[in-house]
């Protein structure tokens, strides 16, 4: 490649020093676990005096107080077709549906279905899926109960996290915070550093990682000491105290973005939280006390890519689709078919085509110019 390109991109580079796992009987991130990893083992419940119970931290915790939130008007026959009653408010999943993959096969819907019968499946599908996730822990395959990994997220959403007593709920936490921020950090960069030095002195071409997610502390030096450059995403800012990573502040070993193929270009976000597009308007574009346009319009873009333009880090590479933004005539009607992927969607599969013909596009002089003269401007 290095005869045809000066750079190039490692996507997702955090895979190098873990993944993250879903088994086959799961559908949803919710069930996942990293991989490698360094379990809890059962032991540490005992050491924070917590008294362990598999059934209660391993087990789908279903009770009757909360059914008729996930279900409304489905409850009765979700307790009819789904689910065991064992007495006192307790329920368990029949065995049909006990694993996600399971109610998944179960209620797919297909073409021929009415879409009366296709919502309802799809909200019943949902809402075991939310039942198979209540758990806490999940076992470690063949660990015999010894080792555990904290289901991630417990802390948000989580009926078995939040009806635990204050002092359980209080020390599982403090399992889950070093489970998932302290624990494995060295570990992680001892695996980075087997396979990626490798990929480093393979060859003088700069290389562009995106470290986006869930970042470990490690990932930063490790990057640093292999001379990668990392991608700086405006809305999703390494420190998270701050609401935005304003270009002006990117360091120089950095490729500035408004965007990439995993989220919503710039004028599909605009209109996702007005309170925190407001918030970008005033803060970030320094319109303060103003009020923010309700949809991102070629002005707001402008602005947006005008700013990672006079960027001092390396790099600054934007989606084709948030250049259109700033032309009304050759952005598309829709923002949100511009996005590419949406990880967040375990159905979800990737279908963006653009919407112009790349000879038309080349042929559009007024465009082409202006963004020539903004690069150069900047």
Known sequence: ???????????????????????????????GHFNPAIPVDAQEFAQKGIHFSYDRFCKPYIREHFLCDRFGDDTLYVKDNFLN???????????????????????????????????????????????HSEVLFFEVAGSNGSKFHPRIRMNVDCKSFEELD????????????????????????????????????????????????????????????????????????????????????????CV??????DMSTVRGWWEEDRETTQKFWETVLGHHHSQAPFFGNSSVVREIVNQHLYSPCMLSVFPIQDFLGMNDQLKKEVPQSEQINVP??????????????IEDLCKETEFNNDIRKMIADS
């Open 344 to 357: 967040s969607n375990p159905t979800h599969y990737w279908r963006y085509r653009f919407h112009l013909n």
């Open 166 to 253: 204050h002092f359980e709920r209080e020390k599982v936490y403090e399992i889950y915070l070093d489970y998932f921020f302290n624990r494995q950090e060295g570990f992680w960069a001892e695996k980075a550093m087997v396979k990626l030095p490798a990929i480093r002195h393979a060859t003088n071409m700069l290389i562009c990682a995106e470290d986006l997610g869930m970042v470990p502390a490690c990932v930063p030096e490790v990057m640093k000491n292999l001379s990668m450059v990392r991608l700086a995403i405006q809305r999703m800012p390494p420190d998270e105290t701050k609401d935005f990573w304003h270009p002006a502040d990117i360091p120089y070993m």
């Open 256 to 261: 500035a973005s408004p965007s990439c193929h």
């Open 85 to 131: 009653d064992l007495g006192h408010g307790i329920w368990t999943l029949k065995e049909h549906v006990d694993t996600q993959r399971k109610a998944a096969d179960l209620l797919k819907t297909s073409e021929d279905m009415s879409m009366a019968d296709r919502s309802r499946n799809e909200r019943l599908m949902r809402g075991l899926w939310s039942l």
């Open 1 to 31: 490649m290095k005869e045809y390109f000066d750079a190039y991109r490692i996507d997702h580079v955090l895979g190098f020093f873990r993944i993250w796992q879903i088994p086959l009987s799961g559908v949803t991130g919710l069930m």
